[in-house]
């Protein structure tokens, strides 16, 4: 953040304005605006509220490439805010994501020649970043991950290979569409479907094509996330479910499945693909198991398949449906950060939706305690966090969620 820093000075400077009187035109303190310029971390709303005050655009910081000359019918400010939102996350330094971004263009060489063993440690590193949510590593390694997967398969061509290039591209997917950034995570998932076709497994063709429907969900095509679920689905049963990873991951699809017809406002469907899959659950081994590489999911087990019904009933606008799914929910019960997150996140919503807004901050701050960026990072959870701060501002729990997303 060094070189954003800098050019925010300098454009600060160009204004005549002091930092002082820089942060009272835009809100925040002299003092905020001195450690952003001397290379601290800086949100994305803090960026562009600069940008506008020092009336440059973001390319002029550094950020991105010069962009093509704006419609003046079509809402040129608003457009390039929408550009960089899909660029850029909210507490992950920008630089990272402008690095991974190119990368997907014009791929960094690896450091060497890359065997096996070493592309399949470099992928569990960044699953384990991924877990534990810490983006900011996860998305400055995933570029040297990409490079790697690809050069260990286009040199050996194995299946296995293909299979640990494709589940790299899950990977990205997953923190890209976590982060808000549609259009990068739509290009990495596709690549991920492609390269798992290369590994003719069935299980890893569903993994991918469940990270394509997330992605399709957040596009707002839900009907058509649907539909590719479906096809994986028919494409793992023609496999007969013979494994444990097969089976694994039929109940995986059958779930995600059900929460993007849920999406979509179709309750039947939903409701028939859960009760399928909590059928099919009971053909699991007695360990949990990850099937293939799934990004989000440790271990799938009964209570990881309860919580997709919150995620559901939600969906569906039955906060009280969701509310009691939970009930019996802890977060002792998942073994990673990221899902007992996700379990709080998705608590607050229902909560919110039940019209109990200091559950809904509490559970946010709960959310924020396994990982800041869950909270930070993530848009729809930012905007709740944001509408409880603007509708409920003497509510507990919204001072400090306040003081989360408000720079000093």
């Known amino acids: 953040m060094q070189a954003v820093g800098k050019a925010l000075r300098d454009a600060r400077l160009r204004r005549g304005l002091t930092q002082t009187e820089a942060g009272a035109r835009t809100g925040y303190s002299g003092s905020a605006i001195s450690r952003i310029e001397n290379g601290g971390p800086i949100e994305l709303n803090t960026l562009l509220d600069l940008a506008k005050c020092y009336d440059v655009d973001l390319w002029q910081l550094g950020i991105g490439n010069v962009p093509p000359r704006p419609d003046p019918d079509s809402g040129g400010s608003d457009m390039h805010r ?37 592309a399949a440690d470099h992928l569990d590193r960044c699953r384990a970043l991924y877990d534990k949510g810490r983006h900011t590593d996860l998305v400055t390694n995933l570029p040297d991950l990409l490079a790697a997967g690809h050069q260990h398969a286009e040199s050996t061509g194995t299946p296995h290979s293909w299979a640990t290039l494709a589940s790299s591209y899950e990977l990205a997917t997953h923190i890209l569409s976590k ?26 063709i569903a ?45 995986q699809m059958l779930c995600s499945t059900a929460y993007a017809a849920a999406r979509s406002g179709d309750h039947d469907r939903a409701s ?118 603007t509708s409920h501002p003497q509510t507990p729990d919204v001072h400090r969620l306040r003081s989360i997303l408000t720079p000093d």
């Open 272 to 389: 028939e693909l859960t009760r399928d899959a909590d059928q099919a659950l009971r053909l699991l081994p007695p360990q949990p198991r990850c099937a293939a590489t799934p990004v989000n999911a440790t271990a799938l087990t009964p209570k990881q398949v309860q919580l997709y019904k919150v995620s559901m009933h939600n969906a569906l606008g039955d906060s009280a449906a969701a509310l009691e799914a939970a009930r019996t929910l802890h977060p002792t019960m998942f073994p990673t950060a990221e899902r007992r997150a996700r379990l709080f996140a998705d608590l607050a919503n229902a909560w919110w939706l039940h019209g109990r807004p200091d559950q809904s901050a509490k559970a946010l701050t709960a959310a924020y305690r396994q990982i800041p960026g869950e909270v930070v990072n993530r848009p729809a959870i930012r905007t709740l966090a944001t509408n409880l701060i």
């Open 82 to 118: 929408r550009q960089f939102l899909a660029m850029a996350g909210l507490s992950v330094p920008v630089w990272a994501l402008a690095r991974l971004d190119e990368s997907l263009t014009l791929m960094p060489d690896p450091p060497g020649p890359v065997s096996a063993t070493a």
């Open 207 to 251: 993994t991918a094509t469940r990270a394509l429907s997330i992605v399709l969900r957040h596009q707002q095509l839900a009907d058509l996330a649907q539909r590719v679920n479906l096809d994986a689905i028919t494409e793992i049963e023609k496999s007969g479910l013979n494994t444990p990873d097969e089976r694994t991951m039929f109940v």
């Open 179 to 204: 982060l808000g950034s549609h259009d990068s995570s739509r290009l990495t998932a596709d690549r991920a479907v492609i390269y798992a076709r290369h590994a003719e497994s069935p299980v890893t």
